[in-house]
């Protein structure tokens, strides 16, 4: 098969101010060339768009630069951002995968399928040290940028060795219908949780998450004040609370929350757009007198569970209690509608942009 000649990526062109706008990217063609000696030549398949890249597109981590806004000095000041910042003018990148179509590396051959972490592009020259090969006989592709993939060991190491869930807990998870958040539900009620609770940005959403995915009650965060939806949902109060989105829904938790309680802080995704600090939950001293324990998580640091957990959730998926549901946008001109749905809730699971139609 010929090379192609040229490939098109997204640049990012502006930083966004508050919610990014289409206008911030740009899809661009650029020449493809034979890959140099240890690396290989991709056709992307699928990427992923993940809400950790809105951090990205901002010239500092997002944490820090509105620690700095605040004037939260001194060990904010030397908090290193986990991912460096996308360059202007320069592909963006993230999680993709692809099949490869030239190879100058050993080891990788035309036809196989790898999981890189070049994608917002058609076609990828990847350092072949940073391509795992994965195997689409086992799942399909698209599942390894999902319940297979980062998002998958999220949930897993979140839930199991973050917030340290043990049977009988009673679980809230916020996101409930995202990739995280929806696998974050099921996990717990298969390893015998007490009841599971999530929140949702829509009434479909909410069906969804007690009629598909097994949760005991699920509510609109839309529809009134979480704090109230969450005790009507909870009248015993919750053990475990796995956060995606903070704010509100984190507050709302503290308030929750038995003695002993443990939420792992995955994401805050109601805060990603902001402009400036927000306000930290208003109940903290709550923590104390109920001993709570309130955990970060970055899911980098969990690579030791990958053979765990890609057993459990391969056999959770074929015993069928697992579904894991992608929202698939078509299309590289389609990317970052896809990226900008997701931020505003267009997705239920995974949200997956393919380049196969
Ligand atoms: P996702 O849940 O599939 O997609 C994002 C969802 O966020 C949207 O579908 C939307 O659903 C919800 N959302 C948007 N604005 C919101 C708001 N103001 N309030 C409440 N919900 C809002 O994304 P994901 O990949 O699974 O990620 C979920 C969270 O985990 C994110 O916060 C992400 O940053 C975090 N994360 C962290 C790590 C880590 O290592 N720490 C790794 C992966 C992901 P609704 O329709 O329900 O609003």
Redesign the pocket.
């Known amino acids: 098969m010929s090379l192609p000649t040229v490939s098109r990526e997204w640049h990012l062109i502006a930083r966004p101010q508050g919610e990014p706008k289409p206008e911030d990217f740009a899809l661009r063609e650029v020449p493809v060339a034979e890959p140099a000696p240890g690396r290989i030549l991709v056709r992307n398949l699928y990427m992923s768009v993940?809400?950790?890249m809105r951090g990205r597109m901002s010239q500092l981590d997002l944490d820090v630069e509105l620690g700095h806004k605040a004037g939260i000095r001194g060990r904010m000041n030397d908090v290193k951002s986990y991912v460096p910042p996308f360059q202007l003018d320069r592909p963006m990148d993230g999680g993709a995968v692809g099949e490869v179509v030239a190879s100058a590396a050993e080891g990788f051959e035309v036809g196989d399928h790898v999981l890189h972490g070049l994608g917002w592009r058609e076609y990828a020259d990847v350092n072949a040290a940073q391509a795992t090969k994965v195997d689409a006989s086992l799942a399909p592709l698209s599942a390894y940028l999902g319940v297979l993939g980062?998002?998958g060991l999220?949930a897993y190491a979140g839930l199991f060795e973050v917030a340290s869930f043990k049977e009988g807990d009673s679980v809230f998870v916020?996101?409930a219908?995202?990739?995280?958040?929806s696998l974050v539900g099921q996990f717990a009620k298969i390893k015998g949780a007490a009841r599971v609770i999530g929140s949702?940005?829509?009434d479909e959403?909410v069906t969804l998450l007690t009629e598909k995915y097994g949760f005991d009650s699920a509510f609109n965060?839309k529809n009134g004040p979480v704090a109230e939806q969450l005790k009507d949902a909870a009248p015993e109060g919750i053990d475990v609370y796995f956060d995606?989105?903070g704010?509100d829904?984190l507050e709302a938790a503290i308030s929750s929350l038995n003695v002993h309680g443990r939420a792992t802080l995955?994401?805050?995704?109601?805060q990603y757009n902001d402009t400036e600090p927000a306000p930290g939950p208003r109940n903290l001293v709550m923590a104390i007198g109920k001993r709570l324990r309130l955990q970060?998580?970055?899911?980098?640091d969990h690579a030791a569970l990958q053979p765990q957990f890609v057993k459990d959730v391969a056999g959770w998926l074929r015993s069928g209690e697992l579904v894991a549901d992608e929202t698939v946008v078509e299309g590289v001109e389609n990317a970052t509608g896809a990226f900008l749905g997701?931020?505003?809730?267009?997705?239920t699971?995974?949200?997956i942009v393919s380049f196969t139609g």
């Open positions: 993940d809400p950790y980062m998002p999220t916020s996101g219908a995202g990739a995280v958040g949702a940005g829509s959403k965060y995606n989105v704010g829904h995955c994401g805050a995704i109601a970060g998580i970055l899911v980098n997701m931020l505003r809730g267009e997705n699971g995974k949200m």
